[in-house]
Structures are given as structure tokens and as C-alpha cells.
């Protein structure tokens, strides 16, 4: 390969070469992504306008909520467009833009997962203490600290990943995707951003690990409640962050599971669809489905909707 040392644009792989089926594509992802959106902003509505909602739990749900459209938003736009205009090409700061918000966004999207598993077992574990432990404080506190480590890891990785010099601009991926720009580079710099990886991959696994061991201790104690009803009632709250949580896991295991090859199969590409796309489009649907609070918070919302206009009628 050679060595190019000014790139200025990378070129993206492409789903398919017939222009019928790039259509599909197109209407395929436009409609996970239409889900994903409506789904999110129904939640960020809800929690918002219904001062019930107003609690740590639902906090923490709001903005995971605004972190699964900053997720998806990352990546399928630029794949919708791809589709639609048959241009697979993304310029070098746009390809610098996505790798960043979306390692911004997913770094950020795990931070709130691991408060979120500390808020379920203070609220279980040690009920009487809770308000005084989950103050709003001490939440806004929780994510800013989130938001600037994410800020952070950020920032360095996209220094790091694009510090390289490249030998070639195809990126065998859909987005810009770490692992496939580092196959590029043509010196070993890319070996520092390998150990970044490395490091990243470990704090990843520290918080899966509290995670576990934080909702060891919380089946301990819902087990320990007498009554069936209180049992099913702490688990119901826990129940939609651990479906979530497991969700990301799997999907980024099989997404890492083997290692990158030079070029990229239908299989690879199904894993990275999976889990860029369908966690942040499911969330939603996770919370809601299960949540007694979000459910009415949305009818009442609807409801709302659906006495203004029928006012407005009657005053016609």
C-alpha cells in the first residue's frame, strides 16, 4: 500500500452495489432509526412534563434516553445517506466527528448503566438511607463526573486513532470504526492507541464486574423479603436496567468476540448492526414495557394531546 500521508477522505463499505437494493437499505434503517428517536423522546418527554417521574431512577433513565439518540444519531444519518446517494465516501473530519461522539456517547452510555446499577442497590439494599445518599446533588453530580470521564476517554482515543498515518482509506466498515482505521495505519504509532484499547477494554470490564457484584448483593436481599409481592415489586424495577445491560454485553462480545480480519463479512457486519443500531432502538420499549410509571406517563401524555384537540373542536 501506499503511504498516504494527507488523507482527506475515507471510503465506507457499502451494503450493496445494486441500487435497488441500497433503497431497502435505505427504508430498512430509516425505520430502526424513526423507532429509536420516537421511542427516546417519548421517554425524555414523559420523565420531563410528569413531576412523578421526578426521582434518581427516572433521572438516570432520562438520560440514558438523550445518550441512546446521541448514539444512533452518530452513525446511521451518515449510512441512510450513504444508501440514498450511493457515495460511500466520508471526509476526514466527518470521519474524526463520528468516531468521537460515538465513543462519547457509548463510553457515557456505560458510565450511567453503572450509577444506574448503585442507584437500584441503594434503593434496595439500604432504602432508608436512599434519599439521603441519592440526593439531586449527588445524581447531577454522578453523571457530570460521567460526562467529563467520557469527555476524556473520548478525546483521546479520536487524537490517538487519527495521530496514525494512513496507508489506505477504505475502511472495510459501514462508520468509522476504531478497529478497521487502525488496520490502515502503515507505522507503529498505532501501537499506542492499541494500548489505550487494552486499557479501555479493562475499565469496561471493571464496570460490568460492579455491575455483577452489585446486583449479587441485590438479589440477596430481595430474596430475603417475606412477602411474594414486595419481591416482585424490587425486581421489577431492576429487572428493565438488567435486560438493558445484558443487551450491550452480547452485543459487543459478539461484535469483538474475534478478531478483525482485513476484510468484512455479511456476519461481521450483521454483529456491528446489532449492536450500534438495536440497543439504543430497544431501550425505549425495554423501560416502557415493564414500567407501570412510564406506561400511564405516557397515556397521560397522549391523553393530553387528545383533549386539545377535542377542545379545539368543541370551540369550533
Known amino acids: ?50 413531576h412523578r417521574l421526578h426521582t434518581p431512577m427516572y433521572f438516570f433513565l432520562f438520560n440514558l434516553a438523550m445518550i441512546d439518540l446521541g448514539t444512533i444519531s452518530a452513525i446511521v444519518p451518515k449510512t441512510m445517506a450513504m444508501s440514498l446517494m450511493n457515495d460511500v465516501s466520508i471526509s476526514y473530519s466527518g470521519c474524526v466527528a463520528q468516531v468521537f461522539f460515538y465513543l462519547f456517547f457509548g463510553s ?7 450509577v444506574m446499577a448503585y442507584d437500584r442497590y441503594v434503593a434496595i439494599c ?23 470521564a467520557s469527555l476524556l476517554y473520548a478525546t483521546v482515543h479520536s487524537g ?31 501501537l499506542v492507541e492499541v494500548g489505550f484499547l487494552v486499557i479501555s477494554f479493562g475499565m469496561a470490564v471493571g464496570c ?15 430474596f430475603r423479603i417475606p412477602s411474594v409481592h414486595g419481591q416482585k415489586k424490587a425486581l421489577s424495577t ?12 452480547f452485543s459487543c462480545l459478539f461484535a469483538y468476540a474475534k478478531p478483525p480480519t482485513g476484510t468484512s463479512s455479511h456476519l461481521d457486519i450483521a454483529f456491528s448492526v446489532v449492536y450500534t443500531i438495536i440497543p439504543p432502538m430497544v431501550n425505549p ?6 414500567n407501570k410509571e412510564i406506561k400511564s406517563a405516557l397515556w397521560k ?3 393530553i394531546k387528545n383533549f386539545t384537540k377535542n377542545s379545539v373542536v368543541c370551540k369550533d
Open 1 to 50: 500500500m501506499s503511504n498516504l500521508t494527507s488523507v482527506s477522505t475515507f471510503l465506507l463499505l457499502q451494503f450493496s452495489d445494486v441500487r435497488e437494493l441500497q433503497f431497502i437499505h435505505f427504508l430498512v434503517f430509516l425505520t430502526m432509526y424513526l423507532m429509536a428517536v420516537t421511542g427516546n423522546l417519548l421517554i425524555i418527554i414523559a420523565v420531563a412534563l410528569d
Open 108 to 114: 457515557l452510555d456505560l458510565a450511567v448503566l453503572t
Open 126 to 148: 439500604n432504602p432508608l438511607q436512599y434519599e439521603r445518599i441519592m440526593h439531586k446533588g449527588a445524581c447531577l453530580q454522578m453523571v457530570a463526573i460521567g460526562c467529563m
Open 160 to 190: 490517538g486513532t487519527f495521530a496514525i498515518t494512513f496507508c489506505s482509506n477504505i475502511v472495510n466498515q459501514f462508520f468509522c470504526d476504531i478497529p478497521r482505521l487502525l488496520k490502515l495505519s502503515c507505522s507503529r504509532i498505532y
Open 208 to 222: 460490568f464486574i460492579f455491575i455483577t457484584v452489585t446486583y449479587s448483593h441485590v438479589f440477596a436481599t430481595v
Open 238 to 249: 431492576c429487572l428493565p436496567h438488567l435486560t438493558v445491560v445484558s443487551l450491550l454485553i
Open 285 to 290: 420499549f425495554i423501560y416502557s414495557m415493564r
Open 301 to 303: 401524555l397522549f391523553n
